[in-house]
């Protein structure tokens, strides 16, 4: 889901919801695009939508940054506007795969992905970074996301001697593939990245997300600066998880790069926003390279399970 901005003073804020879809993403962007002032947009979540609609955006001289849209293509293809503050799949999937090499060297490894730029994308790294290293997986395949049942997939998985499942996509998928995995007797480890980055996943999982592995920036809710904005969503009744303070960061973004620019030109913000970091922010310091990607991205390893409260959620482990 985009939000959109006009004018300096944040005078119009324009929401869109994309449904996680490329063809309603364009027509959100043509939509946004077409509202008289809109200057900037937060969004979207998914590379797959984050790639065709930025290509609307640069046409109508809007400035786009994504908080989570990480497929590498977003930023490689030369447009002008496209930012991102989280960091790349080929930055992720470098990580996962020498962790399944430093954990799971003597493991069987499937690869299993959602036939999406982000799912795929991440998948691939990973089992290039993997394969690099030495570690072959033994199954390799995609599913259609909104899939529900997963048996055939599973029972692949069984027949291989799998011990450890790397998956690229979304919660949604990955939860229900960990609940019948289990209702399957299928005992393996699944790791996968940001994408199942939502408490939500432990609903749809129940037990079977004990254990899970997952790839994701240090929790930006225990950064130094973000303890006042925190407080402001807990107040508020709402969790800051996942990837609700990229979105904040990249509104302050936008608002510091306008202000140092001195205007709300777009393509003189984009240009500031290159040249002009760190800008302070609640993910911490944040410069961009000529690409509109991070300079300093980083990833870490965490493990869902209980907390103190009795509830399933991710805790960092790290890499070691």
Not at 39 to 53: D, E, Q, T
Not at 69 to 74: A, G, I, K, L, V
Not at 261 to 286: L, Y
Request: glycine share 10%; hydrophobic share 35%; net charge negative.
């Amino acid at each position: 889901m985009p939000l959109a901005a006009s004018t300096a003073r944040w005078s119009k804020i324009v929401l869109g919801d994309d449904v996680s879809d490329p063809k309603q993403g364009i027509s959100v962007a043509k939509q946004v695009s077409s509202v008289d002032g809109v200057k900037f947009v937060v969004g979207h979540f998914n590379s797959g939508v984050s790639i065709p609609a930025s290509e609307v955006y640069a046409e109508n001289g809007i400035l786009q940054i994504s908080p989570a849209s990480t497929n590498p293509n977003y930023t490689e293809r030369g447009l002008w506007n496209t930012f991102r503050v989280c960091g790349r799949d080929d930055q992720q999937g470098t990580v996962a795969g020498q962790y399944i090499f430093d954990k799971f060297k003597d493991g069987k490894v499937a690869i299993v992905h959602d036939k999406t730029p982000y799912g795929q994308g991440l998948a691939d790294e990973t089992k290039k970074a993997m394969n690099g290293l030495g570690v072959t997986e033994v199954v390799y395949e995609g599913v259609t996301p909104g899939e529900k049942d997963y048996s055939a997939l599973i029972a692949k998985m069984k027949d291989a001697g799998v011990s450890v499942v790397y998956f690229g996509g979304l919660h949604t998928e990955a939860g229900l593939i960990m609940r019948q995995m289990a209702d399957q007797g299928l005992k393996a480890t699944l790791m996968s990245g940001d994408g199942i980055t939502s408490n939500e996943l432990a609903s749809i999982a129940g037990d079977a997300v004990n254990g899970t592995l997952m790839t994701f920036p240090p929790d930006p809710r225990n950064n130094p600066n973000a303890a006042d904005a925190v407080k402001k969503f807990r107040d508020a009744g709402f969790e800051p998880e996942a990837y609700t303070l990229y979105s904040y960061a990249s509104v302050q973004i936008i608002a510091d790069a306008a202000k140092a620019a001195g205007e709300n030109d777009p393509m003189k913000v984009a240009e500031v926003a290159k040249a002009n970091g760190p800008f302070k922010t609640v993910i911490g310091d944040i410069s961009f390279d000529s690409k509109g990607d991070l300079t300093r991205p980083d990833y870490t390893m965490y493990e869902w399970k209980k907390g103190d409260d009795g509830k399933y959620s991710y805790f960092e482990i790290g890499l070691k």
